[in-house]
C-alpha cells in the first residue's frame, strides 16, 4: 500500500507548494522541504518553524502602529551546496537537468530528491539526498547526500552553513508588515571542525541555537579533506573541499541539533546544541531510530481505505501532516495546535477553533496529546479572563487568534491582495471559539474518560465559559427568551449589518445553540466531579448557586431565530438581506471562492447579501447527531424533525462560496446522510484541497490541517460511524460505495480496538486495555467483549457471524 508521494519532474512554479506538503517536522520543530541549496526568492522559502515560536513587531500601516504577533521563521540549517571546483554551484534552475525525482517517503518520514545536472563546461553530477527531522530525538535533523561526478575527476567544493539572515516572507499579502524578527548573538566554531550559530527574537527573546557538523565519507571512511569555518553576521559556514573520481559514491553528512530557551530540561540552548552534536553518532544511526519511532506511530495513526490508491494516500498525507505539527514529542511544550501546522507563516501560526476538527482524530489515537493542547488553553485561561472583562463580561473569552501569552492575536486590518486596500478586521468577535474549546473539553473526556483532566483543569475552563456566555445572554421581555448580541459567527464574510457603524451581528444561531449547550453541559459536569472539587472550584470562580440556577434559564430559554418552512436563520435580519447572483460573478470571475475579497474591490460589501463564506448554522448538524439536536431544539422549546436537516443544507448550499477548507468538510459530513453523492464529492475536494492547492496558492504558505484532520474524521466517524457517548463506544458503518473496506485502531477509554469494515461485514477486536472487558454498541446492540476477543457482524443485520 502506498505510503509516498513522488515528484518525477522539475517544476519551479510549483515548488512553493511542493515546500509545504513535503515540510518534516516532529511537533517541536519543521521545516519546509526546499531545496538545500536555495534560498528564499519567488521560486523557494526554505523556512523553519519551532513550535511556540512566537515574536511580536509594529508597523505603521495607514497612519495607525499595528502589532502583530508572527510565527517566527528560524535560521535555515538545510543550507548545502556543491561546486566542482572553480564551477558554479549546483542549482536546478540554472543547469541542464538529466534526471530529476522527489519523493516524500511518509511511513520513513523521510524527503528524498534526486538528480543529475550539467553544468556549462559539461560536467554531470548526481546528487541523491535523503533528509529527516528526527521523530525520535527532537532537537536532530540530518541530511545526507550521495554525490557522485558522473563524468569528471577533480576536486569539489562543499558549502554547509547555518543561516540566521532569515526573514519572515513566506506570504505575499504580509509584506508591508515588519519581517524582521532575529537578533543576531553569535556564531561560533566548536570542538572537531563543528559550528554553532545562536540568535535570539526581538521581542519575545527566544534564544535558538543551532550546531552542526559536516562530513565527508568514502567507502564508510572519513574522506580527505580541508575544512574552512567562515562567519559573518548571523551566518556561519564549513566550506571543505576534497577529491572526487569519476564514478565514485561520496556520502556528504550534515547533522543538525536545535534547541531554544522555550526548551525543559535543558541549561542553556547553546550548550545543549553543541553537546548533542558532540555526542550523536552518524546519519544512519539516528535515521534508524527516527525508522523506529515512525513505525510506532504509524501502528497507531494509520487508516486504512480501499478504493482508488490516490485517496488511500491522501488520507496518509493528511495524516502524516498532523504527526508533523503535533506528535508526541509535543506533549508538554505549552503549545496549540496552529491552524496552518508547522509548514509556513499564513495566520502567522496562530491557533484558532480548527482544534474542533483535528481533536476528534488525536483523542481517538493520541490522547494525551490531546491533553497537552488543552492545557496550553488551560494555561491562558488568565488572559481569557482579561478578554472577557475588557468587554465588561464575566467568566473566560478565549481569542479567535492565540500565540503566545493567549492575547487576542487578529489582525485589526487586513489586506484584500485583491484591491490592494487595508480593511478593518473584526473577524475577533467569533466568540464561538469559546464553546469549541468546550466541546473538546468534553470529548476528549468521552473518549478518554480521563476524570482527573475534567476534575482539574476541563471543569475550570468550561465553567469560566459558561459564565461568560451567561453574562453575554440578555433577556428580551417581548420575546420571553435570551439573546447573544455583536458576535461573528463561523461565516466570516458577515460582520456587521449593511451600512451600520456597529460591529457584529444579533442571535447567531449557530453561536446562540452552542452557548444553551455550553451552559447545559456545564451543570452536567460539576455534578460528575467530585463534590470538593465542585465545592473549592465553584468558590475560586466566585460562581453562586443563583448564576447555576440563571445557566439553566438560559440553556432552556436561548433564541434561535427562524426564516420561514424550518430554515433556521443565520442571524437575526438575514431575511433582509438580498440574494447573491451566483451566476453572474461566476460567468465574470470563475473563482468566487473569496467573494468578499471580490466585492470590496467593486466597492460593494459582502455583507448586503445571503452569501455565506464557510458552513456556520450548518456546523449544528456537524457537531451532533440528529438525535442531539433534536433534544436540544426540544429543551429550547422549538419544534423540529429529521427532514429540518436536509432542508437548511439545501437552503445554504446554495448561499455559501467555501471560502475555507473546512465548508466542504462539514457539508460532505451532514450530506453523508441525505445525498451520498453529493457527500462524496465534496470528501474529493477536501482530500486534494492542498494536494492540489484548490484555493489557488494558499497552501504554498501552509497547510490547512482543520480539513486534513477533518478527512480523517469522516472516515472514522462519518463512513466507520464511530460515536462515543457517555455511556459506550457506539460502531455502526455506512460505507460510501467507492470504498471497498476501512481498516483503522482506535483507543477508547484506554482500551485499544482494532475496527475494519467492508459493505458486508465489520470486525471488531478487543486487542489490550486497563480493563479486561469493554462494552461496545453495534448498530443497535450492546455487546461485551473481552481482552484479546475478535468479533464479526453482519453489518445488514447487526447480527454476529458466529
Ligand atoms: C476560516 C476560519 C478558520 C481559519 C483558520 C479561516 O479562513 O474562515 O474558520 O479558523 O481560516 O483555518
Known amino acids: 500500500m502506498r505510503f509516498s508521494i513522488t515528484y518525477n519532474e522539475w517544476i ?16 517541536y520543530i519543521a521545516t519546509r522541504g526546499a531545496a538545500e541549496e536555495c534560498v528564499a526568492d519567488k521560486i523557494h522559502y526554505p523556512g523553519t518553524y519551532l513550535a511556540g515560536g512566537f515574536d511580536r513587531a509594529v508597523t505603521k500601516i495607514a497612519d495607525k502602529d499595528i502589532e502583530n504577533e508572527d510565527f517566527v521563521n528560524f535560521p535555515n540549517w538545510l543550507c548545502l551546496k556543491f561546486r566542482p571546483e572553480g564551477g558554479e554551484w549546483i542549482d536546478l534552475d540554472q543547469m541542464i537537468i538529466h534526471h530529476f525525482q522527489q519523493v516524500l517517503d511518509m511511513k520513513k518520514g523521510l524527503l528524498i530528491r534526486s538528480f543529475t545536472v550539467e553544468d556549462k563546461k559539461g560536467r554531470k553530477t548526481s546528487i541523491k539526498s535523503s533528509r529527516l527531522v528526527s521523530m525520535r530525538e527532537k532537537h536532530l535533523a540530518a541530511i545526507a547526500w550521495e554525490l557522485t561526478a558522473e563524468n569528471w575527476s577533480g576536486k569539489g567544493e562543499i558549502c554547509s552553513a547555518l543561516d540566521g539572515r532569515v526573514i519572515n516572507g513566506g506570504v505575499p499579502r504580509y ?25 535570539e527574537t526581538k521581542q519575545s527573546n527566544l534564544v535558538m541555537a543551532q550546531a552542526c557538523s559536516t562530513n565527508v565519507y568514502l567507502n564508510g571512511k572519513e574522506a580527505p579533506m580541508q575544512l574552512n569555518i567562515n562567519q559573518e553576521k548571523n551566518y556561519i559556514e564549513q566550506m571543505i573541499s576534497f577529491d572526487l573520481d569519476e564514478g565514485h559514491q561520496y556520502k556528504v553528512e550534515k547533522i543538525v541539533s536545535i534547541y531554544s530557551s522555550r526548551d525543559r530540561a535543558i541549561t542553556e540552548p547553546s550548550h545543549e546544541a553543541c553537546m548533542a552534536i558532540e555526542r550523536t553518532g552518524r546519519f544512519e544511526e539516528i535515521a534508524f531510530r527516527h525508522f523506529q519511532a515512525y513505525e510506532r506511530l504509524w501502528h497507531k495513526a494509520d487508516i486504512g481505505i480501499i478504493d482508488g490508491d490516490k485517496n488511500q494516500l491522501l488520507i496518509r498525507l493528511h495524516i502524516f501532516h498532523i ?31 480548527d482544534e474542533l476538527y483535528i481533536f476528534p482524530y488525536l483523542n ?8 497537552s493542547l488543552l492545557k496550553y488553553r488551560f494555561f491562558r485561561l488568565k488572559e481569557a479572563r482579561y478578554i472577557a472583562s475588557e468587554r465588561g463580561k464575566n467568566g473566560a473569552l478565549f481569542p479567535w487568534q492565540s500565540g503566545s501569552n493567549g492575547r487576542e492575536e487578529s489582525q485589526k486590518m487586513h489586506l484584500n491582495p485583491e484591491s490592494g486596500n487595508w480593511i478593518p478586521d473584526n473577524t475577533h468577535l467569533q466568540s464561538h471559539i469559546n464553546s469549541a474549546i468546550a ?7 468521552l473518549a478518554t474518560e480521563d476524570q482527573h ?20 445572554a440578555e433577556y428580551n421581555e417581548a420575546k420571553e427568551r435570551y439573546e447573544i448580541k455583536g458576535v461573528v459567527g463561523p461565516d466570516e464574510y458577515h460582520t456587521a449589518y449593511p451600512g451600520s457603524e456597529n460591529h457584529g451581528l444579533d442571535n447567531n444561531a449557530y453561536t446562540n445553540v452552542m452557548a444553551a449547550w455550553v451552559l447545559q453541559k456545564a451543570i452536567v459536569i460539576l455534578d460528575l466531579i467530585e463534590k470538593s472539587r465542585k465545592r473549592e472550584l465553584l468558590k475560586e470562580l466566585d460562581i453562586s448557586n443563583t448564576e447555576i440556577e440563571k445557566w439553566k434559564e438560559i440553556s432552556e430559554k436561548i433564541y434561535v431565530p427562524f426564516l420561514e418552512d424550518g430554515i433556521i436563520a443565520q442571524f437575526d435580519g438575514y431575511d433582509k438581506l438580498e440574494e447573491f447572483p451566483w451566476e453572474d460573478y461566476s460567468k465574470k470571475y470563475g473563482d468566487i471562492h473569496r467573494l468578499d475579497r471580490i466585492l470590496e474591490k467593486e ?24 438525535s442531539d439536536i433534536k433534544e436540544i431544539f426540544q429543551k429550547l422549546g422549538y419544534e423540529f424533525n429529521d427532514s429540518m436537516i ?8 446554495e448561499r455559501t462560496s467555501h471560502g475555507s477548507t473546512l465548508s466542504r468538510l462539514v457539508f460532505s459530513w451532514i450530506q453523508l446522510r441525505y445525498d451520498k453523492e453529493k457527500s462524496w464529492q465534496d470528501f474529493e475536494q477536501v482530500l486534494i484541497s492542498d494536494f492540489e492547492d484548490i484555493q489557488g496558492g494558499t497552501t504554498a504558505e501552509g497547510i490547512h490541517l482543520g480539513a486534513m484532520a477533518g478527512s480523517l474524521d469522516l472516515v472514522q466517524r462519518g463512513f466507520l460511524g464511530i460515536e462515543v457517548n457517555d455511556k459506550a463506544l457506539w460502531i455502526n458503518p455506512d460505507i460510501p460505495e467507492h470504498i471497498k473496506k476501512i481498516t483503522l485502531r482506535i483507543k477508547y477509554r484506554k482500551h485499544w480496538i482494532s475496527i475494519s469494515a467492508n459493505h458486508h461485514t465489520l470486525k471488531i477486536s478487543f486487542e489490550e486495555g486497563w480493563s479486561n472487558m469493554v462494552h461496545i454498541g453495534v448498530i443497535d446492540k450492546m455487546y461485551e467483549f473481552k481482552q484479546g476477543e475478535v468479533r464479526e457482524f453482519s453489518i445488514s443485520s447487526s447480527s454476529p457471524v458466529e
Not at 646 to 653: A, E, F, H, L, T
Open 12 to 27: 519551479p512554479k510549483e515548488q512553493k507548494l511542493r515546500e509545504s506538503l513535503c515540510t518534516l517536522g516532529n511537533g
Open 175 to 199: 509584506s508591508d508588515l515588519e519581517s524582521h524578527h532575529l537578533e543576531p548573538k553569535y556564531t561560533q566554531e566548536q570542538k572537531d571542525n563543528s559550528i554553532l550559530l545562536v540568535v
Open 323 to 353: 504527526l508533523q505539527t503535533v506528535s508526541l514529542n509535543t506533549i508538554g511544550l505549552d503549545v496549540g495546535v496552529p491552524a496552518r501546522g508547522l509548514h509556513g507563516e499564513a495566520y502567522r501560526g496562530h491557533i484558532f477553533w
Open 364 to 371: 481517538l489515537r493520541f490522547p494525551e496529546i490531546s491533553r
Open 439 to 445: 466541546y473538546n473539553i468534553w470529548h476528549y473526556y
Open 453 to 472: 483532566f475534567l476534575s482539574f483543569f476541563g471543569t475550570e475552563i468550561f465553567c469560566s465559559i459558561a459564565c461568560f456566555w451567561a453574562s453575554m
Open 603 to 626: 466597492g460593494d460589501d459582502v455583507n448586503k447579501y445571503k452569501a455565506s463564506k464557510q458552513a456556520d448554522l450548518l456546523m449544528l448538524f456537524y457537531l451532533f447527531t440528529p
Open 646 to 653: 436536509y432542508k437548511n443544507v439545501q437552503y445554504y448550499n
